[in-house]
T-cell receptor, first 114, second 115 residues
Framework: KAGVTQTPRYLIKTRGQQVTLSCSPI?????VSWYQQTPGQGLQFLFE???????NKGNFPGRFSGRQFSNSRSEMNVSTLELGDSALYLC?????????????FGDGTRLSIL | GDSVTQMEGPVTLSEEAFLTINCTYT??????LFWYVQYPGEGLQLLLK?????DKGSNKGFEATYRKETTSFHLEKGSVQVSDSAVYFC??????????????FGQGTILTVHP
């Protein structure tokens, strides 16, 4: 069974640009969550999508947005990039996003802002 | 809100030593608890889980018991190997509808095992 796939693995952008990251969940998983990982703040929850609807959202500015498609694939968009957005962005999938269901992570997209 | 506190790192051990990484949590209701491991350049891999009080999760020689009375979920392994060198994260899946798809993580503990 294929795992969670994130593309691209690496991205370099400049301040003010926007970026779109992609995530393909494990087949049969309908919940997709996104996290930001930085050395200073650790792992922080961005948002979760289930059946094309955002059900939960972390404490991030509106520049961070996402969507989910009917095949459960998800994209995350960051607009007006800032230096502080440099991070590893991780996507995780689970069957239904319930608390007792483990999340399975992709290898992440490393975003660097120059 | 929910929170997870892990022991300060990094932890350095010799091969075959005993490992304990402490994890305590604050949450309302009955959360689920997880340990994840992250190797360099990779995402997080689920190591083990426990979904109710007194459950013991185990995998690859690692164990952790969900202790509600002490709000703890300490990770243990009897004999570590060099290949166990990685970053370990304790995580909590909160109870209730506002916790859909959200894991709250501890700060991570870097483990280095020397031959």
């Amino acid at each position: 069974k294929a795992g969670v796939t994130q593309t691209p693995r690496y991205l370099i952008k400049t301040r003010g640009q926007q970026v779109t990251l992609s995530c393909s969940p494990i087949s049969g998983h309908r919940s997709v969550s996104w996290y930001q990982q930085t050395p200073g703040q650790g792992l922080q929850f961005l948002f979760e999508y289930f059946s094309e609807t955002q059900r939960n959202k972390g404490n991030f500015p509106g520049r961070f947005s996402g969507r989910q498609f009917s095949n459960s694939r998800s994209e995350m968009n960051v607009s007006t990039l800032e230096l502080g957005d440099s991070a590893l962005y991780l996507c995780a999938s689970s069957l239904e996003g319930l608390s007792n269901q483990p999340q399975h992570f992709g290898d992440g997209t490393r975003l660097s802002i120059l | 809100g929910d929170s997870v506190t892990q022991m300060e790192g990094p932890v350095t051990l010799s091969e075959e030593a005993f490992l304990t990484i402490n994890c305590t949590y604050t949450a309302t209701g009955y959360p689920s608890l997880f340990w994840y491991v992250q190797y360099p350049g990779e995402g997080l891999q689920l190591l083990l889980k426990a979904t109710k009080a007194d459950d013991k999760g185990s995998n690859k020689g690692f164990e952790a018991t969900y202790r509600k009375e002490t709000t703890s979920f300490h990770l243990e392994k009897g004999s570590v190997q060099v290949s166990d060198s990685a970053v370990y994260f304790c995580a909590l899946g909160g109870a209730g509808g506002t916790s859909y798809g959200k894991l709250t993580f501890g700060q991570g503990t870097i483990l280095t095992v020397h031959p």
